[in-house]
């Protein structure tokens, strides 16, 4: 299912944790074999039947506008065996502890684990924010073909404050399908792009992790985006 040895050599595995470091962003170009691409897409077709619309306003993350249809993690634990079989999976397991320099643990939190969201109608974005977690792997089943369609990842190198997104330090990256990225998600604010035209699709997977040593400091946003519409209203932004 995946590429994941990506790095040939020691060399090369050192360049990778190095540029991490640096950006908090590391991309990883055709991380998925076409077969994991084909059987990951089916399974978020699949699931995509019982996701749910969230058109709002993030209030903890600035009043940025979340318009995505999305999956939270323990319904995919529930509907689900490929997904949390590849979120476990020994050989990403051990790419990510070489990548990082430190050994990843799955998130406590069920619900933020695994996620799938769909970007799918004009204007579609996932707003600026950072996530309750230091890392997040971001698999592409589906995205829009050139940058200019949108459905760009923004993030701002070693910036923690969403208002860095808005300067000439902050990137964008343009991702195809089978493409993954890993992003220092604690400490890197990033948002994706609005898609531009109608017809367009973008849906990603994101696979949160943690060290035993970060202090966890959950906010109320994943519950806002991946909950049960009775979940609300939350103080959005207060610690469980
Ligand atoms: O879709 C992306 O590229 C980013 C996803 C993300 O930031 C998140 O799920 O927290
Ligand atoms: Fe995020």
Do not use: Q
Request: net charge negative; proline share 7%; charged share 25%.
């Amino acid at each position: 299912m995946l590429h994941a040895r990506p790095h040939e050599d020691d060399a090369e595995a050192d360049a990778a944790h190095d540029r991490f470091r640096t950006d908090g962003y590391l991309p990883l170009p055709g991380l998925l074999t076409p077969e994991g691409l084909e059987a990951l897409r089916e399974e978020a077709l699949r699931l995509e039947k019982i996701a749910r619309r969230r058109d709002f306003a993030m209030a903890c993350m600035d009043g940025s506008p979340r318009h995505m249809t999305t999956l939270g993690g323990e319904t995919i634990a529930r509907e689900s065996h490929l997904i949390p079989e590849l979120y476990a999976d020994a050989a990403l397991s051990h790419l990510l502890a070489t990548l990082t320099a430190e050994r990843v643990v799955a998130v406590p939190d069920l619900l933020e684990r695994h996620v799938l969201n769909i970007l799918h109608r004009e204007g579609d974005t996932h707003g600026a924010h950072t996530d309750d977690y230091p890392y997040a792997l971001v698999l592409f089943l589906e995205s829009p073909a050139t940058p200019s369609d949108g459905g760009l990842l923004e993030f701002a190198p070693r910036a923690a404050s969403l208002t860095a997104l808005n300067t000439a330090d902050s990137r964008a990256a343009h991702h195809h399908p089978g493409d993954a990225y890993l992003l220092r998600s604690d400490t890197t604010a990033h948002r994706v792009t609005p898609l531009t035209r109608p017809g367009l699709r973008r849906t990603v997977l994101n696979f949160a992790y943690t060290t035993t040593t970060t202090e966890i400091r959950t906010t109320r946003s994943a519950h806002a985006l991946y909950g049960d519409p009775g979940d609300l209203p939350l103080r959005c932004g207060s610690p469980r």
